[in-house]
């Protein structure tokens, strides 16, 4: 997630395809003291109109223009704009990342995201009751204890087929070390193994993570372009960075 808000947030399954050198496993370790715990609440915060608009940026305006739109107000994600199509976009915080990912408190953290109809439905409350229990007070270890409950107890739905989102927005910061990253589509599956979509191999565009407390395995493409249509910087330079 990462949603991930690759997760998400945002990308966990980038690891997964690269050698990490010394330098970035030292960078990685010193983010771990960045972001100990939860900051202010208030940091995690958006202007209504301003979160309305990244959420948008997600995807293309031909899909985004008629999607449901969500916020977060002082409980949760809550209903800014109805939509018509059933997409549905929002704006993730870091608590949507890996549980050991170092930027998981990560105040900064705005992934911009669209989903389709059935990840609307299937991916989506994850999400939102992550987002609830973080705004009670829960800690990791409690949101943690409370999503696998509420899988045990059928209260939040496996992937459905054919779930999946767009994050094509420029404007979005997915983490302390990649910043936008790149754009990409990104697909849920129950829990599989990612050599069925042919995933993480040499010269394979596909990209997995597995997302064990999610209970699903996320498999991310990366594409060309913004959502604004404008190009994108090619995979090459991001992947020799890591």
């Not at 008629?66 to 059933?86: C, F, M, P, R, W």
């Not at 007070?137 to 943690?144: F, R």
């Not at 040499?202 to 604004?228: E, H, K, N, Y």
Request: charged share 20%.
């Amino acid at each position: 997630m990462n949603r991930g808000m690759v997760k998400v947030i945002a990308l966990r399954g980038l690891a997964s395809v690269v050698v990490l050198s010394s330098a970035c496993q030292a960078q990685a370790q010193g983010a771990k003291t960045l972001y100990p715990s939860m900051a202010p609440v208030g940091q995690y915060m958006m202007e209504r109109q301003a979160e309305i608009a990244l959420a948008r940026s997600a995807a293309p305006e031909s899909l985004s223009r008629d999607a449901e739109i969500l916020v977060i107000g002082q409980h949760g994600y809550e209903t800014a704009v109805k939509g018509k199509n059933g997409f549905m976009c929002l704006v993730e915080r870091s608590w949507t990342a890996g549980i050991e990912d170092p930027d998981f408190w990560n105040p900064k953290i705005r992934a911009a995201i669209c989903f389709n109809p059935a990840a609307a439905r299937s991916y989506v409350p994850i999400t939102v009751k992550k987002t609830e229990l973080i705004l009670a007070g829960s800690s990791k270890a409690q949101m943690v204890e409370h999503i696998n409950a509420a899988f045990e107890k059928k209260e939040l739905p496996m992937p459905e087929s054919g779930a999946m989102c767009y994050m094509l927005s420029s404007q979005s910061y997915l983490n302390d070390r990649d910043g936008h990253w790149h754009p990409h589509l990104m697909f849920f599956v129950p829990q599989t193994d990612a050599a069925t979509w042919g995933a993480d191999l040499p010269g394979s565009p596909i990209l997995a993570s597995a997302d064990t407390l999610d209970r699903m395995t996320v498999f991310l493409v990366p594409v060309g372009q913004w959502s604004d249509g404008t190009a994108a910087p090619p995979m090459e330079p991001f992947m020799k960075n890591d």
